[in-house]
């Protein structure tokens, strides 16, 4: 792009995304240093008095939402940084709870722009520092970094953190992190800082994981050990060595995800009561993850794309489905890099009706490829708005469920349609 047709502060959101898409020569481009010498630069290493890293294969955007929920509820503003997003790029950033507007965004990304030189940077690299940016001009108390991929090469690394955090562990993205758990162990723990707590939600994590809190002497907190929690029946109970909560509400969010929660808000040093932890629990939310849009029938929204994910989606649709004795239809999206076979195989028991469907992406798997892991006869979609109408006209209207998962594009693409034809 011509030195006089480069983006400024006032141009539109959807130019910058452009531009920034084709400055650098891949779109993933593990590596610190880039990302680094502009922080240091523009002084962005520590855009908060309390920074919170969090790591892992799932998990990560259900527990960002369950920190920032309680922190929010006990008064303390807040600045969070995840991805993907599901429709807009807005979605990415949120101050104390709260999307920006476009406005910010490409003022955020003009800065950065003017901090970067001759710096070639990833999209997501530029995204992430321009949202470091954001946290330090909105003055917020508390940032919480969702990692984008692996943790040690991750561009959230270059952050001074308080508090790290592995949510789970399981094989994925393996042509960037490695094709066993203990090499995928030891990329999530790169985020790990000597001397400060470490908090990992994995019940059986590989020993790569405290093998390295070991060798730099960070502080490991691991569930089953350090802490843990338990359901009873409508509520749930939470302990470590020094304090517990009993009788908890249940969120609408993964349960071990809000145990990993607690611990990292314990290790925090900030104030927040038992009434702030009840009432964040009880309103947290996230769309597109176990995201109930509707009642009758039942639509479920969840971004579950790794065997990891669907079984704990298989879980929580199998106790609706025993409640209301119904048929499950469900529209599924996938990547051609994620494990379609291993994914649909933990879905398969609870599925009545399947629905597969193409993505627009260059990197999805087709429908047919999708249906070659079902059972015979599946019809195929070209999209998951095709499968969406599909569905919706062959179920039944007043008790049956109709879930759509398998990707953040299809989900985003569902959102997108249900909330234009509202």
Not at 5 to 26: D, E, F, G, M
Not at 38 to 49: C, M
Not at 80 to 94: A, C, D, K, Q, T
Not at 234 to 260: D, G, M, R, Y
Request: glycine letters at 6%; proline letters at 4%; hydrophobic letters at 45%.
């Amino acid at each position: 792009m011509p030195e006089s047709t480069l983006p400024n502060a006032q141009s539109p959101l959807s130019v910058w995304l452009r531009y920034l898409k084709k400055l650098h020569t891949s779109v993933i481009a593990l590596g610190l240093d880039r990302a680094a010498a502009v922080a240091y630069k523009g002084k962005l290493i520590k855009p908060a008095s309390k920074v919170i890293t969090v790591a892992g294969t799932n998990g990560k955007g259900s527990t960002c939402a369950i920190i920032e929920a309680i922190l929010l509820q006990a008064g303390y503003s807040t600045g969070v940084y995840s991805s993907p997003h599901l429709i807009r790029y807005n979605e990415r950033v949120r101050i104390c709870g709260e999307e920006l507007n476009d406005g910010r965004h490409t003022e955020a990304f003009a800065a950065i722009e003017s901090l970067r030189g001759d710096i070639s940077l990833s999209l997501f690299e530029f995204g992430t520092l321009a949202a470091l940016w954001l946290f330090i001009d909105n003055n917020v108390d508390v940032v919480i970094l969702e990692v984008g991929l692996g943790g040690r090469l991750d561009a959230t690394n270059i952050v001074d953190h308080d508090v790290s955090v592995i949510t789970s562990l399981a094989i994925d993205h393996v042509d960037w992190l490695g094709d066993n758990i203990e090499m995928i162990g030891f990329e999530k723990a790169g985020i790990f800082r000597a001397n400060k707590p470490a908090v990992c939600g994995e019940p059986e994590p590989p020993a790569s994981v405290a093998a390295h809190a070991n060798d730099i002497g960070a502080q490991l907190y691991q569930v089953g050990y350090q802490f843990d929690y338990q359901k009873d029946g409508e509520v749930w109970h939470w302990q470590c060595s020094t304090f517990k909560f009993i009788n908890l509400p249940i969120p609408h969010l993964p349960l071990p995800n809000a145990a990993t929660a607690l611990m990292v808000l314990n290790l925090s040093e900030l104030n927040v009561t038992n009434e702030c932890v009840v009432a964040g629990l009880s309103s947290v939310t996230l769309a597109g993850r176990m995201q109930f849009i509707s009642k009758f029938p039942v639509v479920l929204l969840d971004v579950a794309h790794n065997p990891h994910s669907a079984a704990y989606l298989a879980t929580q649709v199998a106790a609706l489905k025993q409640k209301n004795s119904v048929k499950v239809h469900a529209i599924v999206a996938m990547l051609q890099d994620k494990n379609i076979a291993a994914t649909l195989r933990e879905m398969k028991a609870i599925v009545n009706v399947w629905y597969p469907a193409s993505l627009s992406e260059p990197r999805a798997a087709t429908a047919s490829t999708l249906a070659s892991h079902l059972s015979k006869g599946v019809m195929c979609y070209d999209s998951p708005t095709d499968a969406f109408y599909a569905a919706e006209a062959a179920s039944n209207g007043m008790s049956d469920i109709i879930i759509v998962f398998g990707s953040f594009y299809t989900v985003g693409e569902i959102t997108n349609f249900l909330s234009k034809r509202e």
